[in-house]
């Protein structure tokens, strides 16, 4: 609750400071927006040219779709810029002043950076989601709805797992931002599609390996009545259990790094 004060307290201190260069901040907002705005209507576009990818209407893509990007905003929010990037803090030789600071590491790298580029990712993915959900209000339930919640606070945790899993990588290998453009960036645009368009193997890596298609390829299927076995209803309905145990195992990874971590030599 402390720390939720203290980062209150940043925030307003920080837009406070960027509504004094307001064009910059609101040009930045809207060039994420316009980015993820296109993306959109390239599924609208396909699915209006063919009808259907592999079944799913621009409407279901829209759920598929929103469930990772909005999931990916809000982590990114707190995540993103220094904690996934804790190279550079380390690097720069930054990273040994937090460390004599009271406040736990994590904690301190997400109140020196709040991620306002991603407002627009945040807006632009609310607008096409509810518009996607009122197109198809009449296959929600009550449990859809509450799923629904429970499978974005699931994936939040999994991008923001993955990101501090990536980050930690930067305490053994100075150089992780490649690895983590591989495996986290590049891996899960498979994701932004059904899975059952993709080879086998690639569904086990995103599911088994890199838990990417737990974030939206499986609460999905639960949210869109599309589950069609049991692996399909387990993992979808596990999903935000999963999305705890993979936090976890990222915080503990990032625990052990830092341990390992014996400062910049600077």
């Not at 939720?4 to 064009?23: C, D, H, N, T």
């Not at 809207?30 to 040219?49: D, E, G, K, R, S």
């Not at 959900?133 to 606070?153: E, G, K, N």
Request: net charge positive; hydrophobic share 50%.
């Amino acid at each position: 609750m402390e720390f939720l004060k203290i980062y209150g307290s940043y925030v307003r201190m920080f837009f406070k400071a960027r509504m004094e260069y307001r064009f910059s901040f609101f040009s930045g907002m809207f060039a994420n927006f316009y980015c993820y705005f296109i993306t959109y209507t390239t599924f609208w576009v396909i699915t209006q040219q063919f009808g259907t990818i592999e079944g799913w209407t621009f409407e279901d893509m829209t759920i598929l779709y929103g469930l990772v990007l909005f999931t990916y905003a809000l982590a990114g929010v707190l995540f993103w810029y220094n904690v996934l990037h804790l190279e550079q803090e380390i690097t720069s030789g930054r990273l040994d002043g937090y460390l004599i600071r009271p406040m736990g590491l994590i904690k301190q790298l997400v109140c020196s950076r709040f991620g306002d580029t991603f407002l627009g990712q945040i807006l632009v993915t609310l607008i096409f989601m509810i518009m996607a959900i009122t197109r198809i209000s009449y296959q929600m339930t009550v449990f859809s709805y509450i799923y629904l919640i429970l499978a974005v606070l699931g994936g939040v945790l999994i991008q923001a797992g993955a990101m501090i899993l990536f980050g930690s990588l930067s305490f053994w290998m100075l150089r992780s931002n490649a690895l983590a453009d591989i495996l986290y960036f590049d891996l899960r645009t498979f994701v932004h599609y059904p899975l059952s368009i993709f080879p086998p193997f690639i569904r086990i890596i995103l599911t088994y390996v890199l838990p990417w298609a737990v974030i939206n390829y499986y609460p999905s299927l639960i949210i869109l009545h599309k589950v069609q076995t049991t692996e399909e209803f387990i993992l979808g309905i596990l999903s935000p259990v999963i999305g705890i145990l993979f936090f976890l195992l990222s915080l503990f990874v990032f625990n052990r790094g830092l341990r390992h971590y014996s400062g910049s030599g600077s």
